[in-house]
Nanobody, 122 residues
Framework: VQLQASGGGLVQAGGSLRLSCAAS????????MAWFRQAPGKEREFVAA???????YYAESVKGPFTISRDNAKSTVYLQMNSLKPEDTAVYYCAASQIYGAPSSPLTYTYWGQGTQVTVSS
């Protein structure tokens, strides 16, 4: 599967953005999907995940303001980000996996998108 992330940009603190990740292929509904992010000089970190069955998982730091969702008809996963903070600045990556594994571990995911930059100004 190929993943194409979009929706990043520059936003002021307190603002919102919605990221999208469009997947190729006709078996999108079978994939567990996730968002990770990587800030300059830091390791890639888990943000949120949604399983093929619709169960959701969030990093503690984003629980509440961020919402992950999926539209299987459009083969797209979304990340709605509200109340953004400067520390949310990072490149955001979407990832996909057909195997069962820890939702927050990058090792669970086989396919990765190219990333989209999110910059939150103070």
């Amino acid at each position: 599967v190929q993943l194409q992330a979009s929706g990043g940009g520059l936003v002021q603190a307190g603002g919102s953005l919605r990221l999208s990740c469009a997947a190729s292929g006709r078996t999108f509904s079978r994939y567990n999907m996730a968002w990770f992010r990587q800030a300059p000089g830091k390791e890639r970190e888990f943000v949120a995940a949604i399983t093929s069955g619709g169960y959701t998982y969030y990093a503690e730091s984003v629980k509440g303001p961020f919402t992950i969702s999926r539209d299987n008809a459009k083969s797209t996963v979304y990340l709605q980000m509200n109340s953004l903070k400067p520390e949310d600045t990072a490149v955001y990556y979407c990832a996909a996996s057909q195997i069962y594994g820890a939702p927050s571990s990058p090792l669970t995911y086989t396919y990765w998108g190219q990333g989209t930059q999110v910059t939150v100004s103070s």
